[in-house]
């Protein structure tokens, strides 16, 4: 069972930056895709971010796009968010997720493993 450990969130001002990291703590994940999702008070959660194994491969929610990358080390087990020009909007607990396969997914659902989550809040 992986382990997945999501660190870097905390209350910033609207246009503020932060970086959130997952790290896996019990097996590697250098061979899995890995994504960000997030989730609102009384919303679904949604889809944020994704990329493939090697890091070659990225996509993004519309609604991040230009804002917000995501990127990967593998060497470190680790798997980053950069998120620039934070909006209220953005204010939710964010997931990182795995999947034993190596290629990218928007859907919540293809995800095998997730982290227990960060909150993130941005004021206006």
């Known amino acids: 069972q992986v382990q997945l450990v999501e660190s870097g969130g905390g209350l910033v001002q609207a246009g503020d930056s932060l970086r959130l990291s997952c790290a896996s703590s019990?097996?590697?994940?250098?061979?899995?895709?890995m994504g960000w999702f997030r989730q609102a008070p009384g919303k679904e959660r949604e889809f944020v971010a994704t990329?493939?194994?090697?890091?070659?491969?990225?996509y993004y929610a519309d609604s991040v796009k230009g804002r917000f990358t995501i990127s990967r080390d593998n060497a470190k087990n680790t798997v980053y968010l950069q998120m620039n020009s934070l909006k209220p909007e953005d204010t939710a607990v964010y997931y990182c997720?795995?999947?034993?396969?190596?290629?990218?997914?928007?859907?919540?659902?293809?995800?095998?493993?997730w982290g227990q989550g960060t909150q993130v809040t941005v004021s206006s």
């Open positions: 019990r097996r590697t994940i250098s061979t899995n895709a």
């Open positions: 990329i493939n194994w090697s890091g070659s491969s990225t």
């Open positions: 997720g795995g999947r034993y396969s190596a290629g990218i997914s928007s859907a919540s659902g293809s995800y095998d493993y």
